[in-house]
């Protein structure tokens, strides 16, 4: 039950556009573990990214799992389409539907697993209804919209409230995400609350030596 993956998936929105790529290739070669694809549609969140054909994009690239992370109003059409486009991962929040349960069956129904994210001020207990129909939770340690924010502390503490509640409330391995704001100096204490796989983009894509930065996150696990 407690067979912890220490993952590391390096946030494409923090790469160089003109060379993503090569860029997606090398970290690859570094030891990633999954890509992550955050899309946002400057109606849930302030900012405006990718569409669903940056994930088919991504996808003909990638040679580890695509985990695509949707921070906009509308998962319930965006969320399965992904799964289509080939997504092995499709997460959106909470927050943005009251149709939690439909759009989870559907992203499994289209393909991909289904993930569930919360925003720094949602508590994990909101998830008890969802528990038979998730795969992947993730913790949002900034507020969601932008890349290069400062982590919130107080994340570490809801990590482990979350492994807690879904170790004891699921009978199955419920995988546990963080993302925003991940480094050297705050992996080791994520990994160490519960956490499965950490996201990291500006601290990874900004890096001289990938491969470094990506050991430096998992702690040498």
Do not use: W
Request: aromatic share 6%; glycine share 8%.
């Amino acid at each position: 039950m407690n067979q912890q993956m220490k993952k590391i998936a390096p946030s494409i929105l923090a790469a160089d556009f003109t060379r993503l790529g090569e860029q997606m290739k090398a970290m690859e070669a570094a030891g990633a573990d999954y890509h992550h694809l955050d899309m946002m549609d400057a109606h849930f969140v302030p900012n405006l990214t990718f569409g669903p054909l940056a994930a088919a994009a991504a996808k003909r690239v990638a040679s580890i799992p695509l985990d695509v992370h949707l921070m906009l109003d509308d998962p319930l059409t965006y969320g399965p389409q992904c799964a289509r486009l080939g997504a092995d991962i499709v997460t959106f929040h909470y927050e943005a539907t009251p149709h939690v349960h439909s759009v989870l069956t559907r992203i499994r129904e289209a393909g991909a697993k289904s993930g569930l994210s919360l925003t720094p001020s949602t508590p994990v207990e909101v998830l008890g209804p969802t528990l038979n129909y998730v795969d992947l939770v993730l913790i949002m340690s900034v507020n969601p919209g932008f890349g290069g924010q400062d982590f919130i502390p107080e994340s570490i503490d809801k990590v482990a409230r979350l492994r807690k509640f879904l170790d004891e409330n699921s009978g199955r391995r419920i995988l546990v995400e963080v993302d925003g704001g991940v480094t050297d100096k705050n992996a080791a204490a994520l990994f160490a609350a519960g956490a499965d796989i950490l996201v990291s983009g500006s601290y990874l894509y900004g890096a001289a030596d990938y491969a470094a930065a990506i050991a430096a996150l998992k702690g040498g696990v």
